[in-house]
C-alpha cells in the first residue's frame, strides 16, 4: 500500500522532526519508573548523512525558538492549523536568511484511510508559546502524533495500539508549587500536598495530557517534580512552570 501525502507548500527550506520521538540533548529515554532520574537508552548505531542530522537539529531548533505570539483556534480542521502555523513561523522565526525563514508541514495519510487534516481541533487558545507547544496541543487534540526528518514536520496517526515514546524529566519547583498549580488551574480541592492524583488532574486540567504509562510525581521535602511523558507534554509542563514562577507569592493563609 503506498502512502500519500498532503503537502502543505511553504517557501522556504524544510526540515522532519519527531513529535514523540525528538533527539533533545536535554532529555533522555527513561526507565520504566517514574522516580528515576532520565537514563539513556542505548540503540543500534546507524550510518546517518551528517546533511540530515543538521536538518533535523536545524528543525527541532525553530520549534523550540520560534515563539507564536497568540493562538485562537475553535473549530477548525488540522489542515487549517498548520496551514495558519505555517504562516505564523515565517512570521516569528529569528532566522535572518529569508529563504530559511519557517518550517514545512506534511500530512501523511493512507489511501484507504479517513483524511486526518479533516480531524476538528475544537477549541484552543494559547498566548506566547513556542511552535512546537502549540503543535503538540494541536496533535493531542486531534490524537495525533508527528515526526520530524531534515525536511519537514510529518503530521501522522498514532500506532494502532496507540503507543508513543515517553521520557522522564526532573523539575525543581518552588515551595508553594501545589498552592500556585491549585491557582493557575482554578482549583479549590483540599487533597494533601504532594498527592500524586491531584498533580495529575491539575496537570491535565490546564491542557497537559497523560498517555498509558504516562506519569507524575511530587515530593515536597525536595521540591521536585519528576514527570515521565512525551517530549511535547514535557515542553508544555515545562511553558506551565515557567508562568507559575512569574506569579506574585501565595500569602500563607491562603496555602
Known sequence: MKTRHIIIPFVSAALFVSCNK??????????AAAEQEAATV???????????????QS?????????IPKVDFVDMSVKECLEILRLRAIEFDPETDENRKGVNFMIRTQPDAADIG???VDE??????????????????ARLGYKVNDHAVIILPLPE??????????????PDFISRLSQHAGSDDNHAIGELPKVK???EDIGVSFPDKASVTYTASNNKLVVYNTLGNLDIIAQIL???????PIPVSQQ
Open 22 to 31: 525528538a533527539e533533545d540533548t536535554s532529555e533522555e529515554a527513561a526507565p
Open 242 to 248: 515557567k508562568k507559575l514562577e512569574a506569579m506574585p
Open 201 to 203: 488532574k491539575l496537570l
Open 118 to 120: 479533516g480531524l476538528k
Open 59 to 67: 528543525l527541532q531548533q525553530k520549534l523550540k525558538t520560534i515563539i
Open 42 to 56: 542505548e540503540t543500534p548505531a546507524q550510518e546517518v548523512p551528517v546533511e540530515e542530522v543538521a536538518g533535523v
Open 161 to 174: 495500539d496507540g503507543a508513543v515514546d515517553l521520557y522522564a524529566r526532573t523539575f525543581v519547583v518552588l
Open 124 to 141: 484552543l487558545r494559547l498566548t506566547n508559546v513556542p511552535l512546537g507547544t502549540t503543535l503538540q496541543y494541536i496533535c493531542d487534540k
